[in-house]
């Protein structure tokens, strides 16, 4: 018989201490594991993190194998690795019905369970009595088995188990929009039920979504009905949000050591080295103790102050839990794990060194890792006076199986008897690796042989739609009717449908497709022109082209070249010409390089070597499969993209420029015209406008509402408006008969236009958008979009892009109940109700905020850092903005700037946006638009204008005599400060910033931090009547988002937001004084609205001071905005001898009765 060689004894000591400890509770009917000795409920996510080591040796056993009995036991603890993963797999498909749910609710009560008895895979508690939602626990199945599947274990054994494991995709596919309990399965961290968007949750899908793409389940034997398929913009939105949540966990908890599991083994989900050493250093400091890590800040579980009576805790109690959380000697093994990954031989050895320390001989002398030490009662309050001073004591479960699996395997990987390779068979551990540059194939076709032959005369030589003979094009909205009924997904004996139908990103439409031996290119979703308007603004499609091309730069991972298809069709021409933005866009595509990205324009059969394929073969692969030849999907994939022609005339043949008609009525003109421009609900105080002509500024709130448009409807002949409908050339008169019938009579009357029956008031306004978008009459088209109730097609999946990246959304203007708070996803449909609702009657304002709400999702994806320091996007208060700049800029009344903003194109629009988002100063100019009308055009300034006195002339608000009369007092040497606060050249800047930075809700870098800072030494802070107590300081931490949203809530209740900023101002003046000895003199509740009033009224008595001659013979008057704050005092900078900041600290100062020697310099940033 053959000696053991010195590796073989050492795995069968690892093999003694598994069986020991994990294999001798595992249930040989279902191969589950318990979470302890005395309880019969097994977890999923424990199962799996204890089944690792199992896996870990039986690999070791197989790689250095010497004796038949090593390749024994290398099969049999193979076997008890399969035997739990089918167990797992079991319980699951008993809850089949519950997947089938979520895939379209995402309901908690829906989810698949978190925990199943060990001896029936049955439910152990009910669908409300557990928090079950944990996508992290499914992502690391998932996962899980990806890797164990390429190891070589086979672990599904039919297409039955193939279409479940497709639909657990579709159930984590959803991860980045979806809260759920994380992996403590506690939610917010009182307990009480509440799921939150969890990184680690998000992290966990992401990896495991990559893993389990294109992934063969049935190994080498398997074929294409055995593949998993994964639609890659979903795993881009995953890492796109979880990158924008990091370091952070979810809103209630600034930092969990949960995220170590993302960060290295087993997931390897964070693709940026720095984000994810920043998120690992915060986790570290803020978290690790003595004997191991806290789970999160002011964790009460196991603590001695928890109350074992109940599961939740009081928001008030959480502080009592500061400083004596339990520590969990667990997350040593994941930082072990990281340092063996990463090859950091010192960080192995620190934390060695310290789990040696806590571990606890079993018996036979075995270590054991005890699941966290926790405090004594009695020596609480000695360890809050000295961190770390105390000693602790093992508590929880002996030994804790999940910590002592992945000590075993790190031991097996530090021992060289498995290299990290070998437990990461899909090199996962490569994710952060460089990348070489991507290079972008764009293919550019005609829509016919017109556009063809336009395009050969600018020199660029493309194929028709027709000309590209193997391969057919198609729109996006076809890729994504085909992936509902996705082969692998649908299975008529479980009881599921298949994947959702949703919208197909970039990612996808950039494959080309293979289906029964046909080739099939996608379009990109935002050239379909059938839904919504924004297709038809050429300016804006190739503005969206360069967009998704640097899109494409950062997220592609797939193998092989991105392919986008890109047509030139009808609707893109003006005048039967190509306009110049596109044709520019084409030149510079052609010269292969823009925005960054290398581009190679070519015929799409040249690209077929070097495109990306994936085949959609599973349509036909299933003999349950609905489709066949006859079948609407296959009709569907027949019909190449149609032409794009108007449809014909109901009204009459419109003319831009045309005469107003004068064959209405005296009384039907002056009821019926303009009422489009009447119905505009933006409205801007006259206080934030430049001096215009006209006695009055109008008050454009007030227009006729739809029950005085009916009660004064009977005295208009309906008859007279339908033939004046159909004589007139005017876009704009159409537009206001159809509004005024749609508002008396409905939308379904029937006009009889044209001696023909059935032509209602909604058809003709169907056709009228149809004619105002060809002739880019944009505000029009916004007017008959928002009467037809249209939704843009990205709607939802833009407030999820802004909600998921922690952005709370409002629309419809101040104050409440109009302005409705978006804090979560919505259905498309509910959503596009909302904001109709919220708008009122103003249908051109509801679908303005559609299109502004999908404008801040572009940027937040490709400019992030606008964002910064903002919390709540009120759409309501930038268009209220975005009219008050444009009055500003133009010199005009609000109401012809509500009517300019209206007719900018969406490219202008977002170029506007922008503009405002990033606080730059932009011009206005003049462009031709279709059928020969101009338009006004956002365009940036150059430096010269921005700099220039003829610029700053032009934003003089202040009347000439006021200027005369500062100048003199300046020649007079009253003050040299005010020269430099009051001159001329300035005026308008700080108002407008405050307006700006209100509207957008944008606060100082750590101000929320800050403000909780000062809530520690007073009783609460005060701002128009809403009290911002102290005591949130006990249910919420410093960095928790929680709070930050609380504090914008309250600052939310004030409309105007020039007033807002202010307030935030003299809030940053008390977080000063905190910083000084003065903080003692904090106390009470502090009236934040009062300190501005009387930093206010001493400003204004200064000013009466220096200017007492010209107050006395009334030639000075100063004038009154906002909350009755003077409007110089909004105009002033925050520092400076007259800064705002100087009366603020006064105002503090004489109310907190400390008259400080120095006044603190501040700037608001």
């Known amino acids: 018989m053959r000696s053991r060689s010195n590796s073989g004894v050492r795995l069968d000591y690892y093999q003694h201490l598994v069986h020991k400890t994990i294999l001798t509770h595992q249930n040989p009917i279902t191969g589950l594991l318990p979470a302890s000795i005395d309880q019969n409920h097994a977890w999923v996510r424990d199962n799996l993190y204890c089944i690792m080591a199992v896996w870990g040796l039986s690999l070791a056993y197989k790689k250095t194998a010497d004796m038949d009995e ?75 088995l990806a890797q164990m599947t390429a190891s070589g274990l086979q672990i599904i054994f039919t297409l039955d188990e193939v279409a479940f494991i497709q639909n657990l995709v579709f159930y984590v596919e959803s991860a980045y929009r979806t809260p759920d309990y994380g992996m403590w399965e506690r939610g917010d961290k009182t307990n009480h039920g509440w799921p939150e968007l969890n990184a680690s949750s998000i992290g966990m899908a992401k990896a495991s979504l990559e893993a389990i793409k294109e992934m063969d389940l049935f190994g080498s034997r398997g074929g294409p009905a055995s593949i998993i398929h994964v639609m890659a913009d979903e795993i881009s939105q995953c890492k796109a949000i979880l990158e924008s949540m990091l370091p952070r966990e979810s809103k209630s908890k600034e930092i ?250 970039l990612l996808g439409t950039s494959q080309l497709y293979t289906l029964k031996g046909q080739t099939f290119a996608f379009t990109p979703q935002f050239i379909d022109q059938q839904q919504f308007y924004l297709a038809l603004d050429n300016e804006l499609l190739v503005d969206m082209l360069k967009t998704d091309l640097a899109y494409l730069r950062y997220n592609w991972r797939n193998l092989g070249r991105p392919t986008v298809t890109f047509p030139v069709s009808h609707n893109m021409l003006v005048g039967g010409e190509l306009p110049p933005a596109l044709l520019a866009t084409l030149q510079k595509l052609i010269s292969g390089y823009t925005t960054g990205v290398g581009i190679h324009v070519g015929k799409l059969e040249e690209f077929m070597s070097t495109s990306c394929f994936t085949s959609l073969d599973f349509l036909y692969l299933s003999e349950e499969s609905p489709v066949s030849d006859a079948d609407e999907v296959t009709q569907y994939l027949d019909t190449l993209l149609s032409p794009t022609f108007p449809k014909r005339n109901l009204l009459s043949t419109p003319r831009l420029g045309a005469k107003r008609s004068t064959s209405l009525s005296r009384k039907a003109s002056f009821r019926v015209l303009g009422s489009v421009r009447r119905s505009r609900s933006v409205f801007v105080d006259e206080h934030n406008l430049p001096d215009v002509k006209g006695d009055n500024v109008p008050d454009i709130r007030h227009s006729p509402s739809m029950s005085k448009l009916r009660e004064g409807s009977g005295d208009i002949d309906c008859a007279e408006l339908v033939e004046h409908l159909k004589d007139t050339w005017s876009l704009q008169e159409q537009a206001d008969v159809l509004h005024y019938l749609y508002n008396t009579q409905g939308p379904d009357w029937d006009t009889k236009i044209n001696m023909r029956e059935g032509v209602t008031v909604v058809m003709l306004a169907g056709e009228l958008y149809e004619k105002a978008g060809q002739l880019k009459q944009w505000s029009i088209v916004r007017h008959m979009a928002g009467m037809l109730k249209k939704r843009v097609e990205d709607l939802a999946q833009a407030t999820t892009d802004l909600l998921v990246r922690q952005k709370q959304l409002s629309v419809g203007l101040p104050p409440q109940p109009r302005e409705r708070t978006i804090t979560h996803p919505l259905p498309p449909e509910e959503l596009a109700k909302m904001i109709y609702d919220s708008c009122g009657e103003d249908s051109s304002t509801a679908v303005l905020t559609q299109e502004i709400l999908v404008y801040l999702a572009m940027f937040i994806r490709t400019e992030p850092n606008l964002f910064r320091e903002m919390l709540r996007l009120r759409v309501g208060l930038i268009i209220q903005v975005m009219v008050s700049e444009l009055a500003r800029t133009l010199n005009c009344t609000g109401e012809e700037a509500s009517e300019h903003l209206m007719s900018l194109s969406p490219f202008d629009l977002k170029t506007l946006l922008h503009h405002i988002l990033s606080g730059k100063e932009f011009g206005v100019g003049e462009v031709e638009r279709g059928g020969g009308g101009k338009s006004l055009s956002i365009r940036k300034m150059e430096k010269e204008e921005v700099t220039g006195m003829s610029r700053l002339r032009k934003q003089v608000t202040m009347s000439k005599d006021m200027i005369i009369e500062h100048n003199d007092k300046l020649r007079k040497g009253h003050d040299e400060d005010l020269e430099q606060s009051m001159q001329v050249d300035r005026q308008g800047q700080w108002l407008r910033r405050r307006r700006l930075d209100g509207a957008l809700n944008r606060v100082p870098v750590d101000f929320y931090t800050r403000i909780w800072n000062v809530l520690k030494w007073c009783q609460g802070l005060s701002i128009e009547g809403q009290v911002l107590p102290s005591s949130v300081t006990n249910e919420m931490t410093p960095g928790e988002l929680n709070f930050a949203l609380r504090v914008e809530g309250i600052l939310n209740s004030i409309p105007q937001p020039e007033y807002r900023q202010l307030m935030v101002e003299a809030m940053m003046v008390l977080a000063l004084v905190v910083d000084t000895d003065y903080k003692r003199s904090l106390r009470g509740v502090i009236m934040v609205d009062k ?37 110089d005092f909004y105009d002033s900078a925050p520092s400076g001898r007259f800064g705002t900041m100087v009366y603020m600290s006064k105002a503090v100062a004489q109310t907190l009765d400390c008259e400080p020697d120095t006044v603190a310099d501040c700037t608001i940033a």
Request: glycine share 8%.
């Open 256 to 505: 969990d050591a949960s995220l170590l599991s993302i960060l290295s083994y087993p997931a390897f989900a964070v693709e940026d080295l720095d984000l994810s050493n920043l998120t690992k250093n915060e986790i570290i400091s803020k978290l690790e103790g003595r004997y191991g890590l806290s789970r999160f800040l002011r964790d009460g579980y196991k603590t001695p102050m928890e109350d074992p009576r109940r599961l939740h805790y009081e928001p008030w109690e959480l502080s009592v839990f500061e400083g004596i959380e339990c520590e969990w000697p667990l997350f040593w093994t994941y930082l072990i794990l990281d340092g063996l990954f990463k090859g950091d031989k010192a960080q192995v050895l620190e934390y060695k060194e310290k789990l040696a320390e806590v571990m606890v001989k079993g018996e036979d002398g075995l270590p054991l890792i005890p699941e966290l030490y926790s405090l004594a009662a009695d020596k609480v309050e000695a360890e809050r006076e000295d961190p770390g001073s105390q000693e602790r004591s093992p508590g929880g479960k002996m030994p804790h199986m999940w910590s002592q699996s992945l000590y075993i395997l790190g031991c097996l990987i530090q021992e060289g008897y498995l290299a990290p390779g070998e437990i990461d068979p899909l090199n996962r551990r490569l994710i952060g690796q460089p990348r070489p540059d991507l290079v972008v194939q764009v293919s550019i076709l005609a829509e016919d042989l017109y556009i063809q032959d336009l395009l050969k005369e600018h020199g660029i030589d493309v194929q028709t739609t027709q000309e590209v003979g193997i391969i057919k094009v198609q729109p996006a909205r076809v890729l994504s009717h085909i992936y509902h009924h996705l082969g692998p997904g649908q299975n008529k004996k479980l009881g599921l449908s298949g994947r959702p139908s949703y919208d197909i990103g």
């Open 70 to 144: 090593d390749r024994a036991k290398a099969y049999e603890l193979e076997q008890s690795v399969v035997k739990l993963m089918r167990g797992l797999l079991q319980c699951m498909m008993r809850q089949v019905d519950k997947l089938e749910k979520f895939k379209y609710t995402q309901a908690t009560t829906d989810a698949l369970h978190a925990k199943y008895n060990i001896t029936t895979c049955g439910a152990v508690v009910g669908d409300k009595e557990w928090g079950h939602l944990q996508i992290d626990a499914t992502s690391l199945y998932i996962l899980m």
């Open 1091 to 1127: 300190l501005v009033s009387d930093a206010n009224a001493m400003f204004m008595g200064e000013l009466k001071t220096i200017f007492k001659d010209e107050v006395d013979s009334n030639t000075v008057e100063f004038r009154t905005g906002a909350a009755n704050i003077c409007t």
